[in-house]
């Protein structure tokens, strides 16, 4: 009898360790379908693609301006120059293409993808700079100019596909996940904000003159050309932005923190369009 | 209609004024040892709030400010803000420890 009970006890123990193990792991797919059905939820009206137009789907005034300057859009330059810039050759000959699948067209849906042979996040703009490096050339700097430019011609080559970012059944690739989700919650700087309280709790709101994105689809409409800033920025320099803005010091552009933010915000907006290179006030 | 006698303000406001004058009075000028043990604690708490990924912008512009008046020989305000400037790193130690369980209550889940 007391052998049965221990086999009992043995066998609950195990069942409940396993329930415990399965309910750590991370899973990307249910964290996705809360977050989007939290802001279908929150706003009835914006239709599912429209949360990639960020504060544009959430006010009508500014939508209305907005469509208007898209007839001469402000990221129209660095469009043009980025075109060029994607088929100019390197000095050995070779170009962006040769370091893309697909010669580097409509693939932005795709980014960031976890490299299991180097076991981190590997973004648009970390893969066009080692492009450059392996092809003997100077990194860009991640913020602006070229590598805005760079990436606004490959997300326009890759407009209305629907982004597709793969989290392996890797423990890394799910820790990088992690990870980014919980950089968006925690919060930083004097001002105790996370990114998680403008851009999910006040996604529509305004903070001083500018209306809040949201969350969801936040990163589709990248780069942007924004007026703030008189020019074009990357993710790079959004979240470099976003985190001066609460007082905090920003790390370094492409640093781990950033790569697996922007892996988990890439990954919770799967399904939406790619609709950058955008504008924003 | 009860009122407050004039009088009886003045004097209160008086009394309060002479007790400031003479703690004002007494109070130690700070000096350069004083200044260089705080802005040493400031840096130190910075560092820390650096080696935790979660440094202010604020923390670093007070120990400026303290580095600035200590050059130009106003070691008081020197004092107060590398003393500031240490409240504020570690503040954002404080936060970034609290912060490695309390993001979890934001979370959508």
């Known amino acids: 009898m007391s052998a049965l009970r221990l086999l009992l006890a043995l066998a609950t123990t195990l069942g409940l360790s396993a329930s415990a193990m399965a309910a750590d792991k991370p899973d990307p797919a249910a964290d996705a379908k809360a977050l989007q059905d939290y802001f279908v939820k929150k706003f009835p009206k914006v239709a599912f693609d429209d949360f990639v137009n960020g504060p544009y789907s959430m006010n009508a005034d500014m939508r209305k301006q907005w469509e208007e300057k898209e007839q001469f859009p402000p990221y129209e330059f660095a469009l043009d120059s980025g075109k060029e810039m994607f088929a100019k050759p390197f000095k050995n000959g070779k170009t962006y293409a040769d370091c893309f699948a697909n010669g580097g067209i409509g693939i932005r849906q795709n980014y960031p993808y976890f490299d299991d042979k180097e076991g981190k996040v590997i973004t648009l703009e970390l893969a066009l700079n080692r492009c450059r490096e392996a092809n003997g050339e100077q990194p860009y700097s991640y913020v602006k100019d070229e590598m805005a430019s760079l990436t606004a011609y490959m997300a326009y080559t890759s407009r209305g596909k629907r982004f597709d970012i793969k989290i392996p059944d890797d423990p890394r690739a799910l820790e990088a996940f992690e990870r980014g989700k919980e950089y968006f919650y925690t919060r930083r700087g004097q001002l105790n904000f996370s990114c998680a309280s403008c851009h999910v709790q006040s996604p529509g709101e305004r903070i001083r003159a500018e209306i809040l994105a949201p969350a969801l689809g936040i990163l589709n409409a990248m780069p942007i050309y924004r007026s703030e800033w008189s020019g074009m920025g990357t993710i790079s320099r959004r979240i470099v932005t976003c985190n001066s803005q609460t007082r905090a010091v920003p790390l370094e552009p492409q640093s781990d923190e950033y790569r697996n933010l922007e892996y988990y915000l890439s990954y919770v907006s799967n399904g939406l369009p790619v609709s950058g290179p955008g504008a924003r006030p | ?109």
């Open chain 2, 1 to 109: 209609m009860r009122y407050i006698s004039t009088p009886s303000v003045m004097k209160k406001i008086v009394f309060a004024m002479m007790v400031s004058a003479v703690c004002a009075g007494s109070a130690r000028a700070a000096s350069e040892a004083d200044y260089l043990a705080a802005v040493a604690a400031a840096e130190s708490a910075n560092k820390e709030a650096g080696r935790l990924r979660n440094q202010w912008t604020v923390t670093q512009a007070a120990i400026n400010a303290a580095k600035k008046a200590a050059e130009s020989g106003n070691l008081d305000q020197a004092l107060k803000s590398a003393q500031e400037a240490e409240a504020l790193a570690k503040a954002s130690i404080v936060q970034a420890t609290s912060e490695k369980q309390r993001w979890k209550e934001m979370e959508i889940r």
